[in-house]
């Protein structure tokens, strides 16, 4: 499959109704990402469809589901897999090479709790996730859309926060984290807003000991560039 179809694939499949958080481009995917994608995506990739999916019986086994939206080049989440097995983790990205990416992780380090999603976010936990499914919900490091005409753009609003929300368990977890602080900010309000919500820090939260540093983010600490978590739970 070409990296044009692909993209004409998730562009046509279903119209949406909602301001989309990417734009997909033609990048470059190497031979290795192609092959990954073609041979990975039958065993571990879980088409789009607009019905609710059965989880269990994705992974073969009842176990709590971590959500992760934008897996980017993916090693964070198989990183973040591997280290809790006991957890099934449902991750979703766009992007062709970074999806081949995370397929060859999970080839790699023969991952038997990570399944893979290539569609846009808003449609799959609309449409693909039951209410109260989720044991928890990662979203690390989104595109922050920085220009203000642009913002309109950034995947954390209220709308899909209360969707978000309504698809976590009681005590269930919401982890976003970024290095814009314009949209730390962002993110703050609109979590703190939503009632179904409760932030156990009251602002910022310590970077939790499960998601890992990446080389990027130490670069950026080091050149006195800030991060920032917010972890927020469904209220019992």
Known sequence: MSDTSLVTDIE??????????FVLRQGRVSE?????HTDGMPQWGIPYHASVCDLPALFGRLAPTILEIGCGMGETTATI???MPQ???????????GVGS???????RELKNLRLIQHDAVDVVRHMLAPESLAGIHIFFPDPWPKKRQQKRRLI????????ASRLVPGGYL???TDWQDYAEQMLSVLGAEPQLVNSHNSYAP??????QTKFETRGLKLGHGVWDIVVTRRK
Do not use: M
């Open 157 to 164: 609003q209220a709308p899909f926060v209360a969707l978000l």
């Open 175 to 177: 982890h976003c984290a």
């Open 207 to 212: 970077r939790p000991a499960y998601r890992p």
């Open 12 to 21: 046509q499949q279903r119209p949406h109704d909602h301001i989309r958080s």
């Open 81 to 83: 897999a591997a280290a």
């Open 32 to 36: 290795a990402q192609r092959r990954f």
């Open 102 to 108: 995370l397929l060859k992780q999970i080839a790699n």
């Open 87 to 97: 957890n099934n983790y449902l991750g979703i990205e766009v992007h062709t090479p």
